[in-house]
């Protein structure tokens, strides 16, 4: 399978709290809830045909936990999100989650490079993750990521944890495809080719 990450994300690489002003206030994070005036139609439906191409998930523990809360609540056919989501494979990396409530999930909580090695190393489809920053840091890091989606909104929040480190990998990054949508959102989508090239 191929591992695809997909980050919404400020112009200034914030990935925390995108949803709700009190999903995430870790940090004395105050900003939340950034994404949903900036949602059209277009990338509603761009985000929802995404889930359903998933043949599993991987998640973070902290996302996982919210998602459960949220899209594991609701019935078949309350929305393409909640049943690509209830219906399909998920994993999720942890070392205190024991007992899942949420139907279909697995536990990765040691070997993980390995365990999602395995998961890659199984024939086609696509291997998705969902917000996760944390996680999304360590599988770059361990060179796990075959693509990234950034839905980059046009919006800078000055606070917050980036996806990026100050200190962190370097990375070459093949552009795959680029799109806008009506409110300014755009998606770009790319391939970690090696490092990257300096002046000499």
């Known amino acids: 399978m191929k591992l695809i990450t997909n980050t ?8 925390q709290g995108n949803g709700g ?94 365990a999602i090695g395995e998961l890659k190393a199984k024939s086609g489809g696509e291997l998705q993750v969902h917000g996760s920053g944390t996680l999304i840091r360590w599988l770059l890091e361990n060179n796990l990521v075959d693509e990234m989606n950034l839905l980059i909104f046009p919006v800078v929040v000055g606070q917050g944890m980036r996806l990026f480190p100050d200190s962190g990998p370097d990375m070459a990054l093949d552009l795959i495809e680029s799109r806008a949508f009506p409110k300014g959102i755009t998606l770009q989508v790319y391939r970690p080719n090696g490092r990257p090239q300096y002046v000499t």
Request: glycine share 10%.
């Open 21 to 114: 002003r009190d999903e995430n206030r870790s940090g004395g994070f105050e900003r939340g809830g950034w994404t949903r005036p900036l949602f059209d139609s277009e990338a509603t439906t761009f985000v929802s045909d995404f889930y359903q191409r998933a043949d599993a998930f991987l998640f973070g523990r902290r996302t996982y936990d919210l998602f459960a809360g949220y899209w594991g609540v609701k019935g078949p056919g309350s929305s393409p999100i909640a049943d690509a989501l209830n219906t399909k494979p998920k994993y999720v990396a942890s070392n205190t989650l024991t007992d899942p409530r949420w139907a279909n999930t697995t536990v990765l909580s040691s070997g993980l490079v390995a």
């Open 8 to 15: 919404q994300i400020t112009a200034d690489g914030v990935v």
